[in-house]
């Protein structure tokens, strides 16, 4: 379903907001080059040129008249490696003006993004450009702009002009053209553009500064490439529909390329379906069967990729595209008016009320979000992965990989339990002061000594996200700005300059603009992977670049040594227990020994007489809810049915614990005050209270006794001498010892 973008893809949407007539279109089909050549005019090329500092616009670079800032992006080339020389020169001579005006005003915006220009490639791209507008068919003579041709013609004319003239020169010379070519017409497309952005049909927010992007965008050098919406009707207005939710800020960029991915899938469905427009259908009545069609294409299409490779599309890969579809028609028969204006369609006029609700709730599979038992990894996991992790930096003649910044990355991955893209994309220098009143931390040796800040690219709003940090870290950190510094320093930034970010990528980024891309950190743990091939306690491999495991790891850390939930929501920058339970799956071991904190007492006020652990396997709490009491727990075998109704505190499988004391007690005074009630109604109407023996008096009055043993019992329960309970019989049971014979006195838990 992907593909990459062209410059052609780029200029089939209008430069103009008005959109193109059925004439216009069908001439750009016939004459493909005409969708490029007409982004053109000389008047833009020419403003282009002019914005160019003066020492910029210039036919040639030489050491003569090379700018301090070409000096250090300029690569060199060898003249004579035996003598040493190298030169840096770059020619643009020959060509006509308005393509000279063109190239240099590329090389000027690469060079200032912090790309790198490689003097031999963009030295045989002018000569192969010379051979075709010298020799080349009647339309490259002609041409006097880069966007007169697409790249792709651009190296038919260099091949069919080395035919002609025989020329000796490298034979990849028509392929450095057409790749060379490719990256500077999209950059010259959204230059020469000139209607609204979002009229482009490929968005490249590296390139257009107009696409409304964060701060710090994860994936902020991804491309939307809306080319394959072959329905004209349809890109035109999912572009509109997508154009506005990012600039109002209801989806970020990330949001807006899975989206894209989405539309593809009803896109596939309208060429194999066919349909009327934008209403779809012509009638009513057509619309359930027709969305049925689509449901059922997404239900039996066969996953080429994934864990279901070979079978059905995951449940959430056939949810999102229905939920993504619905949104948008919705979305059009809200605005249907004002699509029908700016998208110069009336049809828009034409959805109703059916198009708000394409698909019944059984036409989506419900949504699953459940991370796997495996998420967490071991101790034991954990410190091997930790142990081995020395491989990222070291040399590759010693077999390590040779990428410090990844063994950097994975250190605080492990200990901090951020995100990937929070660690990669973290400024330069990301520590703050660490605010406290009380004792300096730095003396304790395993206090926190400063707070770590970080870019949150997944919940927006609040605060600027932070962290307490130890010495370690900060120490982690410390290294790689010493190699951040070197690495720019070397690549010819200006001395002091630091780099936007801590995590840099490698290759044309001489500034320090861009952050380490998190694909090549997933290839560098996959790498890491093989060589170690850890496995955990039961045999199964680990694979180091799923980097959330990390940080489900870390939260589940937490929630067992006993943090409260509000500290690790905050530590894992949650805004709802929701989400930070969904990362953080309590331990087996740990609900135990919660669970035994508290003592079980019985119905009559005696200790449990079952092994604590026993107990609790008894009762499995996670899993057996209906014999959950309001005040304790039921003991009562799966299999049998309880024929006591309501009488829990007279039967001898209840039992419960001070967790419940609360409730117990509540209880105790409600039923004391319900006797009391029913004594005073009794008396007005027989002249005389109820006598003990009274059915539903002897029963509230043994409620009351049960609660009371069971209250006294809890703030004196029974324990051996080793630490452990005693197990006393519950209620109803023969030959159980008298409770002064078996209660001492406990600290209290």
């Known amino acids: 379903m992907k593909a990459e973008p062209t410059v052609r893809a780029v ?11 059925p004439e216009r279109k069908r001439q750009d089909k016939r004459d493909p080059r005409l969708s490029v050549a007409r982004l053109f005019s000389e008047e833009k090329a020419r403003r282009l040129w002019d914005s160019l500092p003066e020492e910029h616009r210039q036919d040639h670079f030489d050491s003569a008249n090379m700018p301090t800032d070409y000096l250090h992006a300029f690569s060199k080339r060898a003249i004579d490696k035996k003598r040493g020389w190298f030169t840096q020169s770059l020619s643009l001579r020959g060509l006509p003006e308005p393509m000279l005006w063109e190239l240099a005003w590329c090389v000027h915006q690469q060079v200032a993004d912090g790309y790198g220009i490689n003097t031999t490639r963009m030295g045989e791209l002018r000569r192969g450009l010379l051979l075709a507008v010298e020799h080349g068919s009647p339309a490259a003579r002609a041409a006097i702009s880069l966007m007169a041709l697409t790249h ?20 990849y010379l028509p392929t450095w053209v057409e790749n060379g070519l490719k990256h500077l017409q999209d950059r010259l497309a959204h230059a020469y553009h000139d209607g609204e952005w979002w009229r482009l049909n490929v968005w490249n927010p590296a390139l257009d500064r107009r696409i409304p992007q964060r701060e710090h965008e994860p994936h902020g050098r991804a491309v939307a490439n809306f080319s394959q919406l072959t329905t004209d009707w349809f890109r035109e207005a999912a572009k509109w529909w997508l154009s506005v939710q990012l ?20 896109q596939w469905y309208i060429d194999q379906a066919g349909c009327a427009g934008p209403h779809l259908v012509d009638s009513p009545e057509k619309l359930r069967p027709w969305l049925r069609g689509f449901v059922d294409s997404l239900n039996n299409h066969t996953a080429m990729t994934g864990p279901n490779r070979g079978g059905r599309l995951a449940k959430n890969s056939r949810r999102g595209p229905l939920v993504t579809i619905e949104a948008f028609y919705r979305w059009m028969y809200d605005n249907s008016a004002e699509a029908a204006s700016v998208l110069g369609d009336a049809r828009w006029t034409r959805l109703g009320l059916q198009h708000t609700v394409l698909f019944r709730l059984e036409d989506k599979p419900r949504l699953t979000n459940q991370p796997p038992d495996d998420m967490a990894l071991e101790d034991e996991v954990i410190s091997k992965i930790a142990a081995g992790s020395g491989v990222l930096a070291a040399p590759k003649a010693e077999g390590g990989l040779e990428d410090r910044q990844a063994f950097h990355a994975l250190m605080l991955l492990i200990r901090t339990g951020r995100r990937m893209n929070e660690v990669l994309m973290m400024d330069f220098e990301p520590l703050l002061p660490l605010l406290t009143t009380g004792p300096q931390p730095g003396k304790e040796p395993d206090g926190f000594v400063a707070r770590l800040a970080y870019q949150q690219t997944k919940i927006t709003g609040g605060d600027p996200p932070t962290i307490p940090v130890d010495q370690e870290i900060v120490d982690i950190i410390r290294r790689q700005q010493e190699w951040a510094r070197e690495f720019i320093t070397a690549q010819g930034a200006p001395a002091g300059t630091d780099p936007r970010y801590l995590f840099l990528q490698t290759k044309n980024n001489r500034l320090g603009k861009r952050p380490y891309a998190s694909a090549t950190f997933h290839s560098r743990l996959g790498a890491l992977t093989k060589i170690l091939a850890i496995t955990d306690s039961v045999g199964r491999p680990v694979k180091i670049s799923k980097t959330h495991t990390f940080r489900h790891t870390r939260a589940t850390d937490l929630i067992n040594a006993g943090v409260p939930i509000h500290v690790v929501m905050r530590y894992l920058g949650h805004v709802t227990p929701a989400m930070t339970m969904h990362y953080a799956k309590t331990l087996a071991m740990t609900a135990e020994r919660e669970f035994l904190r508290y003592k079980k007492v019985t119905a009559d006020g005696r200790t449990a007489e079952v092994d604590p652990s026993d107990l609790y396997d008894l009762l499995h709490l996670d899993q057996r809810a209906d014999r959950v009491l309001p005040n304790g727990w039921c003991m009562l075998p799966p299999r049998q049915v309880c024929s006591k109704g309501n009488a829990c505190l007279t039967c001898d499988k209840f039992v419960t614990d001070a967790s419940h004391r609360d409730e ?3 209880q105790l005074a409600q039923t004391e005050a319900l006797i009391d009630r029913r004594q005073a109604q009794f008396t007005a109407r027989h002249g005389e209270p109820m006598s003990e023996d009274n059915i539903w008096l002897a029963g509230r009055l043994a409620e009351t006794s049960a609660l009371t043993k069971v209250l006294v019992a809890l703030d004196q329960v029974s324990v051996h001498e080793d630490g452990h309970l005693r197990a006393v019989r519950g209620a109803g049971t023969a030959d159980r010892p008298e409770p002064s014979s078996t209660a001492q006195q406990q600290e209290p838990t």
Do not use: C, I
């Open 247 to 266: 600039s109002t800020e209801r989806y970020v960029w990330s949001s807006v390329k899975s989206r894209l991915d989405h539309l593809k899938w009803f």
């Open 152 to 171: 792709e013609e651009w190296g038919r004319e260099v091949r069919g002009a080395l035919m002609r003239t025989n020329a000796s020169v490298n034979a």
């Open 664 to 666: 117990l007690q509540h």
């Open 11 to 21: 200029a089939d949407a209008a430069t103009v907001p008005a959109p193109r007539t």
